[in-house]
Nanobody
Framework: QVQLVESGGGLVQAGGSLRLSCAAS????????MGWYRQAPGKERELVAE???????NYADSVKGRFAISRDNAKHTVSLTMFKLTPEDTAVYYC?????????????WGQGTQVSVSS
């Protein structure tokens, strides 16, 4: 199993910045992709940014140029730095890890961290 713990959410004014971090533990060697998703009230969970299994990055169009995903392989962490936040970025942000364990694909989720952007 893989455990994910997020931190760094909070309340910020529009135009501000926040940095989210996700620490992974457990069967780290099985993880082949990590990223961030978010879910706003009444909406489906959506991809925000990720490191793919090939090592490249992928961003939602709505955050391109404003958000940056980074990782520290030595510390098994992935972070999301968010700039120029807008009220539309308000959501619960979830860290996600894709792993292959015993030949099967698994997805693991953190508990989520709330990001609220006031206008």
């Amino acid at each position: 199993q893989v455990q994910l713990v997020e931190s760094g959410g909070g309340l910020v004014q529009a135009g501000g910045s926040l940095r989210l971090s996700c620490a992974a533990s457990g069967i780290i060697s099985s993880v082949n992709a990590m990223g961030w998703y978010r879910q706003a009230p009444g909406k489906e969970r959506e991809l925000v940014a990720e490191f793919t299994s090939g090592g490249s990055t992928n961003y939602a169009d709505s955050v391109k140029g404003r958000f940056a995903i980074s990782r520290d392989n030595a510390k098994h962490t992935v972070s999301l730095t968010m700039f120029k936040l807008t009220p539309e970025d308000t959501a619960v942000y979830y860290c996600n890890a894709a792993a292959v364990i015993a030949g099967s694909n698994h997805r693991f989720w953190g508990q989520g961290t709330q990001v609220s952007v006031s206008s």
